[in-house]
């Protein structure tokens, strides 16, 4: 099982990145896939998830509507779309995996510690 993060990059206030998760195997594999992002000094938080075949999706309450999560089974990926990007947005990005013996009810998908695979990560700098 792995997971591959990548896109990132430097982007201007107010801009757009998306970010890609290249699974092995299949996306359905998966019970749910996430994105996490983890800032200098601070702690890896919770961005966005997805539950695979439900298609449910969760936010970060503070993203504010700005992220969307998405997959393309045929493409083995789930994407991070980042709109109206701001300097606090600046982390290392990081995707993550958990199957069906590792489930979660509601903000439980937050926690980074039940989230057993893990892809490397990517930087995102937003800067003017």
């Known amino acids: 099982v792995q997971l591959q993060a990548f896109g990132g990059g430097l982007a201007q206030p107010g801009g757009s990145l998306r970010l890609s998760c290249a699974v092995s195997?299949?996306?359905?594999?998966?019970?749910?896939i996430a994105w996490f992002r983890q800032a200098p000094g601070k702690e890896r938080e919770g961005v966005a998830c997805?539950?695979?075949?439900?298609?449910?999706?969760y936010y970060a309450d503070s993203l504010e509507g700005r992220f969307t999560i998405s997959v393309d089974d045929a493409k083995k990926s789930v994407y991070l779309q980042m709109n109206s990007l701001k300097p606090e947005d600046t982390a290392v990005y990081y995707c993550?995996?958990?199957?069906?013996?590792?489930?979660?009810?509601?903000?439980?998908?937050?926690?980074?510690?039940?989230?057993?695979?893990w892809g490397q990560g990517t930087q995102v700098t937003v800067s003017s």
């Open positions: 195997g299949h996306t359905l594999d998966y019970y749910a």
């Open positions: 993550a995996g958990r199957d069906r013996n590792n489930r979660f009810v509601g903000r439980a998908w937050l926690d980074p510690r039940r989230w057993r695979f």
């Open positions: 997805l539950k695979m075949r439900e298609g449910t999706s």
